[in-house]
């Protein structure tokens, strides 16, 4: 189950997906077609069924990495704004505000292995000379 941060980037995605398919085709391709012309673009990943694509236009997933780089590509949709939204008030400035939103976008991605690598280095920084740990 998603959590409320990952849905939201999930909705945000979905629907700039389908508003820039509408700006390239005109309307929303079926799902055979975005997935003949997806797995067309992206020769070097395997080739999308018509039920992934249908997914994707449903916003019932998300593309994985690889496949989700490729697709902001070819339709032009700016992946390090998604999910961003409002930001927390009183949580500093909005350039803090913004770093802080898209650390957790990619986060979010990240698997058990590599958020304990992120972590383990957070909590390098974190104790450091000068510096305050977490509780």
């Not at 350039?95 to 939103?101: E, I, K, P």
Request: charged share 25%; proline share 5%.
């Amino acid at each position: 189950m998603l959590k409320d941060g990952e849905r939201a980037i999930q909705l945000e995605f979905h629907r700039l997906l389908l508003a820039r398919l509408k700006l390239r085709y005109g309307k929303i391709p079926s799902s055979a077609r975005l997935a003949r012309d997806f797995s067309l673009i992206a020769a070097d990943v395997a080739p999308i069924s018509h039920e992934t694509a249908r997914k994707w236009l449903r916003g019932d997933v998300m593309p994985h990495a690889r496949r989700l780089k490729i697709l902001c590509s070819w339709l032009n949709i700016d992946f390090s704004h998604l999910g961003e939204g409002e930001t927390p008030a009183g949580k500093g400035d909005a350039r803090a505000d913004q770093l802080r939103h898209r650390l957790q976008q990619m986060l979010a991605m990240l698997d058990a292995e590599a958020l304990a690598v992120v972590h383990d280095t957070a909590i390098g920084l974190l104790t450091r000379p000068g510096t305050t740990a977490p509780p």
